[in-house]
């Protein structure tokens, strides 16, 4: 609930109609796509590169909104909606967003990191809700508008937290640490992802890191201790650090990894002296460290090992990796949506870890900057050692191809298109087969798995 007092108290909003209730007269939640709106709800008209949310005001208002957050007011608006003028709605939205974090004694853990942080912030999510009532954004509202949409979810009854955290240039996670003021940091790892804007790792880990500088002296720094560049990010933060990883250094460490291909695997979990088996559907050894992160919150948040043991086999993430029925009796691995050189090599190795025979379609990976060559070389020369058979596509198929053929790859064959794509395999797919699809999403090659799927 979110009053007309608190939104002028924390705006400086001038109130332009009045609603019915006056300034008592609280919303339900607040939304910033007018199909959202719902009976009850602010209404936040943001203004972007392509569309102005005060284009929108009266289907909001269709939809049942009842407040309207505005830089312009419209000329006329029915009896009880009430309309709040301010500069910036987006700046207005920010102090919204501030003034509920201000007043609300949760504990906040944020996340960042160039892949898996969506992953990341389930699981901790999901061993947090163990013991504690745990809000965690939903879906990408992990931006300087999304954050704080969630942060205005918060309730007297919410006691932790989980905010994962994007970017797309320096200074927006710190942006975003001030918002949220988080008393807990987790940083996954840093690869070339956003290298064509940022133009080095270096600056990619810098933008990283300032969550951590965020966070307060009390706080908790959980960082990879298998990541260099993470690791070497220990001394730009007060808070106390806590490591995790697969090596003897690590406070939080996995290893023993028995893979069931699909069907996840299984790792050895220690901390403190003390070892438990931990037993998780996630595909994919590269989700260890996704885990690990995981479990590190658990520990600093006062779980016992053998609970975050417990939650963590129990955790079911949705994530954006599918595996559907594909032609001829083969299964196709879907990671289609998008793509990096970390997540694609990890892609590789997990196709690597399924019975019979392995193809893998790979495109594209955009915005690679000064990395673009080396990063689809890169999972060129893995796909030598993980595939029987690779597709490359895209503008950047012979870099992959060119690799993997020097590499030693005794089948590399390079598809100028979908329609080639789907022909090819058609042919090709045989019963047993995986077949894994990954690229950049600009090359939606989703369409590829929809066309083999069974």
């Given at each position: 609930?979110?009053?007309?007092?608190?939104?002028?108290?924390a705006?400086?909003?001038k109130?332009?109609?009045?609603?019915?209730?006056?300034r008592?007269?609280?919303?339900?939640?607040?939304?910033?796509?007018?199909?959202?709106?719902?009976?009850?709800?602010l209404f936040?008209?943001?203004?972007g590169?392509?569309?102005?949310?005060?284009?929108?005001?009266?289907?909001?208002?269709?939809?049942?909104?009842?407040?309207?957050?505005?830089?312009?007011?419209?000329?006329?608006?029915?009896?009880?909606?009430?309309?709040l003028?301010?500069?910036?709605p987006?700046?207005?939205?920010?102090?919204?967003?501030?003034?509920?974090?201000?007043?609300?004694?949760?504990?906040?853990?944020?996340?960042?990191g160039?892949?898996?942080?969506?992953?990341?912030?389930?699981?901790?999510?999901?061993?947090l809700?163990?013991?504690?009532?745990?809000?965690?954004?939903?879906?990408?509202?992990?931006?300087?508008?999304?954050?704080?949409l969630?942060?205005?979810?918060?309730?007297?009854?919410?006691?932790?937290?989980?905010?994962e955290?994007?970017?797309?240039?320096?200074?927006?996670?710190?942006?975003?640490?001030?918002?949220?003021?988080?008393?807990v940091?987790?940083i996954?790892?840093?690869?070339?992802?956003?290298?064509e804007?940022?133009?080095?790792?270096?600056?990619?880990?810098?933008?990283?890191?300032?969550?951590?500088e965020?966070?307060?002296?009390?706080?908790?720094?959980?960082?990879?201790r298998?990541d260099p560049?993470?690791?070497?990010?220990?001394?730009?933060?007060?808070?106390r650090?806590?490591?995790?990883?697969?090596?003897?250094e690590?406070?939080?460490?996995?290893?023993?990894?028995?893979?069931?291909?699909?069907?996840?695997f299984?790792?050895?979990?220690?901390?403190?002296?003390?070892?438990?088996?931990?037993?998780?559907?996630?595909?994919?050894?590269?989700?260890l460290?996704?885990?690990?992160?995981?479990?590190?919150?658990?520990?600093?948040?006062?779980?016992?090992?053998a609970?975050?043991?417990?939650?963590?086999?129990?955790?079911?993430?949705?994530?954006?990796?599918?595996?559907v029925?594909?032609?001829?009796?083969?299964?196709?691995?879907?990671?289609?949506?998008?793509?990096s050189?970390?997540?694609?090599l990890?892609?590789?190795?997990?196709?690597?870890?399924?019975?019979?025979r392995?193809?893998?379609?790979?495109?594209d990976?955009?915005?690679?900057?000064?990395?673009?060559?080396?990063?689809?070389?890169?999972?060129?020369?893995?796909?030598?050692?993980?595939?029987?058979?690779?597709y490359?596509?895209?503008?950047?198929?012979?870099l992959?191809a060119d690799?993997?053929?020097?590499a030693?790859?005794p089948?590399?064959?390079?598809?100028?298109?979908?329609?080639?794509?789907?022909?090819?395999?058609?042919?090709?797919?045989?019963?047993?087969?995986?077949?894994?699809?990954?690229?950049?999403?600009?090359?939606?090659?989703?369409r590829?798995?929809?066309a083999?799927?069974?």
């Amino acid at each position: 609930m979110l009053t007309v007092e608190e939104i002028v108290e924390a705006t400086a909003a001038k109130l332009t109609a009045a609603p019915e209730n006056g300034r008592s007269q609280a919303f339900q939640r607040v939304v910033v796509d007018s199909r959202q709106a719902n009976p009850g709800s602010l209404f936040v008209a943001l203004k972007g590169e392509r569309v102005d949310g005060h284009d929108f005001i009266s289907d909001a208002i269709a939809r049942g909104a009842t407040g309207l957050l505005v830089h312009l007011p419209p000329v006329e608006v029915p009896a009880g909606v009430a309309v709040l003028q301010v500069a910036d709605p987006l700046a207005a939205l920010w102090a919204l967003a501030r003034q509920r974090r201000e007043r609300s004694r949760v504990r906040v853990i944020g996340i960042t990191g160039s892949v898996g942080k969506t992953t990341c912030k389930e699981l901790t999510a999901s061993v947090l809700s163990l013991r504690y009532v745990t809000l965690k954004n939903e879906g990408n509202l992990n931006t300087e508008i999304g954050l704080p949409l969630t942060l205005l979810e918060l309730t007297s009854q919410h006691q932790a937290a989980v905010l994962e955290m994007g970017m797309f240039a320096a200074g927006d996670i710190a942006l975003l640490c001030e918002l949220a003021r988080p008393d807990v940091g987790v940083i996954t790892n840093i690869g070339p992802t956003h290298m064509e804007r940022l133009g080095s790792l270096e600056a990619i880990a810098a933008a990283k890191a300032e969550l951590i500088e965020s966070l307060p002296a009390e706080g908790v720094a959980i960082l990879s201790r298998d990541d260099p560049l993470v690791s070497a990010l220990a001394g730009r933060t007060k808070a106390r650090v806590l490591w995790y990883g697969t090596t003897a250094e690590s406070d939080i460490r996995g290893d023993s990894i028995e893979s069931r291909g699909l069907d996840g695997f299984s790792f050895d979990l220690t901390y403190a002296g003390e070892t438990v088996r931990v037993s998780t559907p996630l595909p994919g050894r590269h989700n260890l460290h996704n885990l690990l992160a995981a479990a590190a919150v658990g520990l600093t948040e006062g779980l016992s090992l053998a609970e975050v043991a417990e939650a963590l086999g129990k955790a079911r993430p949705t994530f954006r990796l599918r595996v559907v029925a594909g032609a001829n009796g083969s299964t196709i691995i879907d990671d289609s949506y998008n793509a990096s050189p970390i997540s694609v090599l990890a892609a590789l190795d997990l196709l690597a870890e399924t019975p019979g025979r392995h193809l893998a379609l790979l495109g594209d990976m955009r915005e690679l900057g000064a990395a673009e060559a080396e990063g689809h070389a890169a999972i060129g020369r893995r796909g030598a050692s993980t595939t029987d058979v690779l597709y490359a596509t895209g503008e950047k198929a012979s870099l992959i191809a060119d690799a993997a053929r020097a590499a030693g790859h005794p089948d590399v064959r390079i598809v100028h298109d979908r329609a080639e794509a789907i022909e090819a395999l058609k042919q090709d797919l045989r019963a047993g087969d995986h077949l894994l699809v990954k690229a950049s999403r600009a090359l939606e090659l989703e369409r590829v798995v929809q066309a083999l799927a069974r």
